[in-house]
């Protein structure tokens, strides 16, 4: 099954309006990696986490290594935030490779 | 603002014919990447170069061979494509092992 699971697969928000994206893992992440993949399909760095907690402005990430999962809070959705949300992980016997979920496609609606 | 370029952004092929894919970092990190994104958006890492050495190969296809010539550009050539290797490739950098990624804007390629 998948290493790395993300929940919603999609969502669809109204502008102003808040939520949660979800990742679940089944290896044992050291650290993770939230990003976002914009229209043009480059995939931009929101946060790189340890065990704890991350705020960016209207983005909020948390990450439990113990209870395995990761969070990513979004207040006050706006248009930009539209795109695909994704969750990376690294397991410390991985060396140099991340484990990507399989991603929540998010559209804000006016 | 981008510091990962990869050209071409686009590229349509017929199968049997060989691609390169090129990638050049401007950030002066040591470590670089490529991935392959499915019609699914999955994405799973093919190579990681750091220093010259490869350090990951994830079981790739032989026809898949990264090709460096120092530690800003990492390029992608496939010597004989197939046409389940239509996808996305996203050339990507980081400063060290396991530290926050920079992509570039992506690869995409079309085999007929």
């Known amino acids: 099954g998948d290493k790395v699971k993300q929940s919603p697969s999609a969502l669809s928000l109204q502008e102003g309006t808040n939520s949660a994206l979800r990742c679940n893992f089944s290896i044992a992440a050291t650290t993770v990696q939230w990003f976002l993949q914009n229209p043009r399909g480059s995939l931009i760095n929101l946060f790189y986490l340890v065990p704890g907690t991350k705020e960016n402005g209207r983005l909020k990430s948390t990450f439990n290594s113990k209870e395995s999962y990761s969070t990513l809070h979004i207040r006050d959705a706006q248009l930009e935030d539209s795109g695909t949300y994704f969750c990376?992980?690294?397991?410390?016997?991985?060396?140099?490779?991340?484990?990507f979920g399989t991603g929540t496609s998010l559209l804000v609606d006016p | 603002e981008t510091a990962v370029f990869q050209t071409p952004n686009y590229h349509v092929t017929q199968v049997g014919n060989e691609v390169s894919f090129n990638c050049k970092q401007t950030?002066?990190?040591?470590?670089m990447y490529w991935y392959k994104q499915d019609s699914k958006k999955l994405l799973k890492i093919m190579f990681s170069y750091n220093n010259k050495q490869l350090i990951v190969n994830e079981t790739v296809p032989r026809r898949f061979s990264p090709q460096s010539s120092d530690k800003a550009h990492l390029n992608l050539r496939i010597k004989s494509v197939e046409p389940e290797d239509s996808a996305v490739y996203l050339c990507a950098s980081s400063d060290n092992s396991g530290n926050t990624l920079y992509f570039g804007e992506g690869s995409r390629l079309i085999v007929v």
């Open positions: 990376a992980a690294e397991a410390g016997n991985m060396g140099y490779k991340l484990t």
């Open positions: 950030l002066g990190h040591d470590t």
